[in-house]
């Protein structure tokens, strides 16, 4: 080979499947230009997208497909899912080939009482794109979630919750300033969100992360609880999810400051004391 000669590495096109949402994925959208990347975002006509996986039975009701979007402004402690952080680490995809992706699956999901459910990263830093394919769900007749920090709710009007069947709510504290520490972020367009979301009637579901050590006081969860509750029967259920630690890998693969590394998983018992605090004022739990 002469000197001139350039070696081409084999242009692979990563999987818009993956097996599961923590496969690490960095870098796939850095090719596109600033410019694209903001006409993508002000039409929705190309998004971003960690991946679509397949069989989730716990992002909704039924089996689902979940579209892991990528870009996040929050920076939750225990964020199992870093790379989604950064739009650009995402797959450029136009909405017809997202659209598409997901006609695949319509009669099985369909079958199997599911639906598309989208999450990430926060979905809405792409709230057009992220209307479209819930919209585009809709039109095939397939149920649709949304999973959101709920932060940004205000990008979304009346009209365009109709394409969401159900709001997968994450209520991830109470207190602010301990709120603020655990996400960088206020809570309170997040509960605002919810009391608009209670008002159209929208059916949520609320989730809540349990650390134990990070978010398990007390009266953070009585008041999460009270708040709740008060929300009225569109809150069909709470999910109260257990902390792991199998996110902490992307953490150090992103040379990432993860301050959780001697945090446990919380036991049965202490997910069972904490659903009870839920239960007792006539929330459903899981
Ligand atoms: S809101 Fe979700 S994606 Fe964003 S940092 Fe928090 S846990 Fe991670």
Redesign the pocket.
């Given at each position: 080979m002469s000197s001139t000669e350039t070696v081409k590495k084999p242009h692979v096109e990563p999987s818009l499947i993956a097996q599961s949402p923590f496969e690490l994925r960095v870098d796939l959208g850095r090719d596109v230009s600033e410019t694209d990347v903001r006409t993508g975002l002000a039409t929705g006509d190309v998004g971003f997208l960690h991946s679509y996986t397949t069989g989730s039975t716990v992002d909704g009701p039924g089996v689902r497909v979940v579209a892991w979007t990528t870009c996040?402004h929050?920076?939750?402690q225990?964020?199992h899912?870093?790379d989604?952080?950064t739009l650009s680490n995402g797959i450029p995809v136009t909405i017809t080939r997202a659209t598409e992706e997901l006609q695949k699956y319509r009669n099985g999901l369909k079958i199997m009482g599911g639906g598309l459910t989208l999450s990430?990263?926060?979905p809405l830093m792409q709230d057009r794109f992220a209307v479209k394919l819930l919209a585009g769900a809709h039109a095939m007749g397939i149920h649709t979630a949304l999973d959101t920090?709920g932060s940004l709710g205000a990008r979304l009007s009346d009209e365009e919750l109709k394409h969401i069947d159900l709001v997968l709510l994450?209520i991830k504290g109470w207190d602010p300033d301990r709120h603020r520490k655990l996400?960088g972020n206020d809570i309170a367009p997040v509960l605002e969100f919810a009391r608009r979301l209670a008002k159209l009637n929208k059916a949520m579901w609320v989730r809540f992360v349990l650390v134990p050590g990070l978010t398990d006081n007390a009266d953070d969860i009585a008041q999460i609880a009270k708040f709740a509750a008060s929300l009225g029967s569109v809150v069909e259920r709470v999910q109260v999810l257990p902390f792991h630690q199998m996110g902490r890998y992307k953490w150090k693969s992103l040379k990432l400051d993860y301050k959780l590394n001697d945090f446990q998983p919380p036991s049965i018992e202490t997910v069972r004391n904490v659903c009870a605090q839920f239960s007792a004022l006539g929330l459903r739990t899981e």
């Open positions: 996040c929050w920076r939750c225990y964020c899912n870093p989604t952080w990430g990263g926060e920090n994450d996400t």
